[in-house]
């Protein structure tokens, strides 16, 4: 009896309430929202839900998967060539973001102390205003018609506007603009802790400014990079809004066919198929590279 | 400005320094026209306080700070405006700057692979240099799987295996604890001698500079203040802050009554000093005598003469082990400090000559025990 007492009093100190409330937060909203989506993908649509995936009409329940929607995936080239090239418009997102951001961030990193706050900020600065209003300037400077092309245009540069809207080149840079403040931060982070006497030390062991920064900055800022290349591919290849707003017929991705299954097509379980398999896209390589890094940590200790 | 004592063989300069001056933002003075010359084979060491100017001197021979004024010779070659990375000059960092990404052998060999060497040299020499430092079984470790001492001996392998003209420390010995730190400091020397590289050493410590140093420069506001041996440097100082930061020194301020050829007297006002050498002094000049505290003796007899003693009450005793510390406050109110050797097991309690706290004694000290500060 003391003991339960003991253990419920427990459950309710400080502590636990600390750590208790962002679990209930992730469980709430992350899980149980991700298990749903699991679960229709699993189901049958019926004319206007989807099916049970527990069924009574037995007397006893007997659970029905679906794995049709999943078939249906296979069947269609389709879906298969927009994983294919959503993965690869969020790759090419991600190193575009690493090789402008690095340097970036390299020099926000080792610019005297005093002004790195006002770097920071103006880093900061574009979320001071809505995304969808960021994505639809750039509409306005890349279209035809656009602030780009009419000034190429008067300065006698070109003599017909260049077609960047809707294509790859708008979607690229509508992706790069958005993502890069994602690569920066983690980055500036990590560079602004590396120790200068690392490179002191490789300079006076004969390594060229060059060398230095490949053999030494590079490696020791391979948390930074790993952990800005996540920040970027991850929403980079479940991206909607940019691809509707920027991209064109070409530039397929997951995101708009995702939201073609749920609304215009109203096919649920295949939605949530795409979903579920787009998710295990991008959590497989993760699982896989945060076991290889536990085991080097195993390997270190 | 003492010259330094040729005490062992006259020897090739190897590092010639000439008027090398370090201003920061355009005021602040960090080294202040300095020149030396290092020999081939000797262990050099710059002592003093932090901002003194002694590490910002050692990053110009390596080449991380530019120097504002003066020029830096190494071997007869003017390297002053040479980078880093093309100096004959290797560095141990202050707390080792080993590579965490790299192993013990990477580190090792970092330097050696930046020279284009054949593959199976660098890791002959690698070999070397960790059998050097007998740490050739943790090759394969990272710098953190070590210990202090292990990691201090892969930075010195790192920056020997090189062979460079000169080797820079920065404070070697400053990431270590007092007991690694008597037993490392020996190695390190036998190390250097052995392999017979020539040395520049910062230091704070001044017992790391005085075991470790064939010459000392006390380094004070950004110039050197004197330049000698390390008995030079302790026994004969040439100013009160030499005498100060060095060692414990009791200084009495006196007039100079009597300059002889072989002799001086000072006179103090807690006592008479009977000073057995002459002084480039003259009678009438204001002075200070400095007097190391192992150089006083203590009695509770009554010394005759009327030279090298004074009288004193016991304010505090300190026991080190080794020897105690006295403090005697003299008739003036000045406190002296005395120290005696506990050289049996009872003197150990305070009990030294049977003395302890508010006992008068005399304290007294030979005619060479003193050194007279004219600055």
Not at chain 2, 311 to 316: F, S
Request: charged share 15%; net charge negative; glycine share 6%.
């Amino acid at each position: 009896m003391n003991m339960i007492s003991n253990y419920l009093r427990s459950l309710l100190s400080g502590r636990h309430l600390v750590i208790g409330v962002p679990y209930v937060w992730f469980v709430m909203l992350a899980l149980v929202p991700l298990l749903i989506v699991l679960k229709i993908s699993l189901s049958e649509m019926e004319a206007t839900s989807v099916s049970n995936m527990v069924d009574w009409t037995h007397g006893w329940p007997t659970l029905k998967l679906n794995f049709s929607s999943y078939l249906f995936l296979t069947t269609d080239a389709l879906y298969y060539q927009t994983y294919i090239s959503s993965l690869k418009y969020a790759l090419m997102t991600t190193a575009i973001c690493l090789v402008i951001g690095y340097p970036f961030a390299y020099f926000m990193a080792r610019s005297a102390r005093h002004i790195q706050p006002t770097l920071l900020m103006l880093i900061m600065l574009p979320f001071w205003t809505s995304f969808l209003l960021r994505i639809y300037a750039w509409k306005t400077l890349l279209v035809n018609n656009g602030v780009i092309n009419n000034i190429l245009m008067s300065l006698g540069v070109i003599h017909e506007p260049i077609a960047m809207m809707n294509t790859p080149v708008s979607l690229m840079i509508g992706m790069v603009y958005s993502y890069l403040p994602f690569m920066i931060l983690p980055l500036y982070a990590n560079l602004s802790k590396l120790d200068i006497r690392y490179l002191e030390a490789a300079a006076d062991l004969g390594a060229s400014p060059f060398k230095v920064f490949c053999l030494i900055t590079v490696p020791l800022s391979k948390a930074g990079i790993i952990a800005g290349s996540m920040l970027v591919f991850i929403p980079a290849v479940g991206e909607y809004v940019i691809p509707e707003l920027l991209g064109g017929p070409d530039t397929l991705m997951i995101g708009r066919v995702l939201w073609d299954e749920f609304f215009s097509n109203n096919d649920w379980p295949v939605a949530s198929a795409v979903a579920v398999v787009m998710i295990l896209l991008i959590m497989l390589p993760m699982a896989i590279y945060n076991k290889y890094q536990s085991e080097q940590m195993a390997v270190k200790v | 400005m003492a010259t330094a004592p040729t005490s062992k063989v006259v020897r090739e300069d190897l590092l010639r320094v000439e008027g090398l001056t370090k201003i920061y933002d355009g005021a602040v003075k960090a080294v202040d026209n300095v020149s030396l010359t290092v020999g081939t084979g000797e262990i050099f060491a710059l002592l003093g306080g932090s901002g003194c100017g002694k590490s910002t001197l050692l990053r110009m021979l390596a080449g991380f700070e530019t120097p504002s004024k003066g020029r830096i010779f190494l071997a007869g070659e003017d390297i002053t405006n040479l980078p880093p990375y093309k100096r004959p000059i290797n560095m141990m960092f202050q707390s080792y700057a080993l590579f965490p990404h790299l192993s013990v052998w990477d580190n090792v060999a970092f330097g050696l692979r930046r020279d284009g060497m054949p593959k199976d040299q660098v890791s002959e020499r690698v070999e070397s240099m960790l059998n050097l430092v007998q740490l050739s079984q943790f090759a394969k470790r990272k710098p953190h799987q070590l210990s202090g001492g292990q990691q201090q001996r892969v930075a010195l392998a790192r920056s020997l295996a090189k062979q460079p003209k000169l080797l820079l420390l920065d404070e070697p010995l400053g990431a270590l604890d007092k007991k690694l730190r008597e037993t490392t400091q020996l190695e390190l020397v036998n190390i250097i001698e052995e392999v017979g590289v020539t040395c520049v050493l910062v230091t704070h410590d001044q017992e790391e500079a005085m075991t470790m140093a064939s010459r000392i420069a006390v380094m004070h506001e950004g110039y050197f203040m004197q330049v000698g041996a390390p008995d030079e440097v302790y026994e004969m100082p040439n100013s009160r802050q030499v005498a100060d930061f060095i060692g414990n020194v009791n200084i009495f301020d006196g007039i100079v009554e009597e300059d002889e050829a072989d002799h001086v007297t000072v006179r103090c006002a807690e006592c008479m000093h009977y000073v057995g050498h002459g002084i480039s002094g003259h009678a009438g000049m204001s002075v200070g005598v400095a007097l190391r505290p192992e150089k006083i003796l203590l009695t509770k007899e009554k010394p005759t003469g009327e030279y090298n003693w004074c009288e004193g009450e016991v304010t505090e005793i300190v026991y080190f082990g080794v020897h105690t510390i006295y403090h005697l406050k003299l008739a003036t109110g000045k406190v002296i400090k005395a120290l005696e050797i506990n050289n049996t097991h009872d003197s150990s309690d305070g009990l030294n000559d049977g003395l302890t706290w508010g006992d008068k004694v005399y304290a007294y000290w030979s005619d060479r025990a003193m050194v007279v500060l004219t600055q």
